[in-house]
């Protein structure tokens, strides 16, 4: 064990999260760009410890405060409150070391995005992922406090429209107007809580309910945002692999359709369609690029991306690639 983890424990023994004298293992986990994310074993117990970086490890790395952290345990506590079954618990919150720490999902979960790569797609996850996100974005838009807690938009701003939206318009000098116009839509929209990373790697699913993580982009703002940033990545895996595009789509399909029958919020299909066109856009020229596509996926993004942006369709039938 290195210097740092043996701190980390330190801290989390004196901070009662793990008895002493016991014996622990830290097994970091994959994937994590913006914090140190690890298993910690004690006894029959599994939890996962995360501690926020200042920096992304992405190629393009841009800032955020790592502060962030903080919100996410809050945004999950909030979370968990309305659908218990889809969020960890939140074991302890280290302010000062900017450190969370919650239970870990059981071994036989699995993460979403690696599913979906392998050719396993389940409509009925997309289901299930509907109704919560529409549980919580329903529920937190009719709750004041949850609103007033979340309204501070800074690090969506650095975390999601910088890199996505703004990236893009630079590099895409043609459609500045365009995507001022989406990203003034979708300010002005501040209606409830968003998670603002709803991604299939941020997906766990298994037997039971799936579990939503990484909460550290959660926001009040537009409910719009979900539901592209999901079906953007539903789209890209259809770009990736042309063969089960169908397949993605009748996914995200049943993931909008179970949202639209239980959420109370208005979605307007034209800022959906507009937003997955940036989304896709922003995942071939943006700072935060897929890590699947080939260059010559990547071109087919760009120009499905510019297309579905600049056609101005208002059906989300046309954020499909035609296979
Ligand atoms: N409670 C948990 N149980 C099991 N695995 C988890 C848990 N939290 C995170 N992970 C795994 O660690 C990865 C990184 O965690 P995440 O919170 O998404 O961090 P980051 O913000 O760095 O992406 C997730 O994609 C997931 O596979
Ligand atoms: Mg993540």
Same mark, same amino acid.
Not at 214 to 224: C, F, M, N, S
């Given at each position: 064990v290195d210097e740092h983890s043996q701190d980390l424990v330190a801290r989390l023994v004196a901070r009662g999260v793990i008895p002493t004298g016991v014996s622990v293992t830290m097994t970091p986990l994959p994937g994590g760009v913006s914090a140190d994310v690890s298993v910690i074993s004690v006894a029959s117990e599994r939890l996962v410890v995360k501690r926020a970086l200042p920096r992304l490890r992405v190629a393009q790395e841009w800032h955020s405060s790592p502060t962030r952290v903080l919100r996410e345990a809050d945004a999950m506590i909030f979370a968990r409150s309305v659908r218990p079954d889809n969020v960890p618990e939140i074991v302890d919150i280290d302010e000062e070391g900017l450190t969370i720490v919650m239970r870990a999902a059981p071994d036989s979960m699995e993460n979403w995005k690696s599913r979906l790569l392998a050719g396993v797609i389940d409509p009925g996850v997309g289901g299930l992922l509907g109704d919560a996100l529409a549980a919580w974005h329903s529920q937190s838009n009719a709750d004041p406090d949850s609103l007033r807690r979340f309204a501070d938009p800074s690090h969506f701003f650095d975390l999601r429209i910088s890199p996505f939206f703004l990236r893009v318009a630079e590099v895409h000098p043609d459609l500045e107007p365009t995507i001022t116009d989406v990203v003034g839509r979708m300010t002005a929209r501040s209606l409830c809580l968003v998670h603002g990373d709803f991604s299939p790697k941020n997906v766990l699913v298994g037997q039971g309910p799936p579990w939503v993580l990484?909460?550290? !982009?959660?926001?009040?703002?537009?409910? !719009?945002f979900d539901l592209a940033f999901l079906v953007s990545h539903l789209v890209c895996k259809a770009v990736h692999r042309p063969g089960d595009t169908d397949r993605y789509r009748r996914c995200a399909e049943v993931f909008m359709e179970t949202y639209f029958g239980s959420s109370s919020l208005d979605i307007d299909p034209a800022d959906l369609v507009r937003q997955v066109g940036c989304l896709v856009l922003a995942r071939v020229d943006g700072k935060s690029p897929v890590d699947y596509f080939g260059p010559a996926e990547q071109a087919t993004a760009r120009a499905h991306g510019r297309r579905v942006l600049t056609e101005g369709k208002v059906d989300v039938a046309a954020v499909w690639p035609r296979s």
């Open positions: 990484d909460w550290e !982009t959660a926001h009040r703002g537009d409910p !719009t």
